[in-house]
């Protein structure tokens, strides 16, 4: 027990130390400035922004290159924000819900950017999530192009659902931001990877930090 604890704090220490490298290497490389909204959209594109926070991206994204916007959001409080900032905008819709890979009651540790399901350790709220397959059955969505996925830990079993259910074909750009938040986070996400691979093609990687995928044939 106590060898393990210790190679685990190793383990631990290590990450911290590659993470802040990565972290680093994003913002030298342009990071959020270069990469996060440059994609070739128009007013018919539909983009859907998982894990909408504050609605900071999406305003960016649309400023940029006008589209129509799903927000799912499924923190109360952050919810109503975004809907009272685009209240006069159309085209973007503020969902208060997540997309997972069933349908069903969760809840989720309110900690601002950082407010996370697996990570239960402050305020905790009732949230709702519902399976990802139903609500592009329900909503009549054939092609996204784009989803923003930044859900502080919801994004491993959104991606595997949307990869099972082939819903991940329907989708041009995939931009995720994976989380640390177990102790097989790397090995599972390396497992999507693996599977986005047979569909999509990293156009930038940086391990932990932020990723594109873009479906083959559109590279």
Known sequence: MVLEHIAARIRRRAFRREYRAMVAQWYADGGDARFRSDYD????????????YEGQWASDLYAR??????????????????????????????????????????TIDV??????????????????????RQWFAD???ERAALAKINTEGGEYELLERLIESGLIENIDNIQVQFHNVAA??????ERIQSALARTHAPTYRYRFVWENWTRNGRV
């Open 41 to 52: 959209l128009d007013a018919g594109s539909v983009v859907l922004d998982l894990g909408g």
């Open 111 to 132: 900690r601002g950017a950082g407010s996370s399901t697996p990570r239960k350790r402050a305020r905790a709220e009732q949230i709702h999530i519902l399976d990802a």
């Open 139 to 141: 909503s009549g969505l």
């Open 184 to 189: 097989d986070s790397a090995a599972r996400m």
């Open 65 to 106: 290159s006008p589209c129509r916007i799903f927000v799912f959001e499924p923190v109360n409080e952050f919810a109503e924000r975004i809907t009272a900032r685009f209240r006069c905008n159309p085209d973007i819709d503020v969902l208060a819900f997540g997309l997972g890979a069933s349908s069903r009651t969760d």
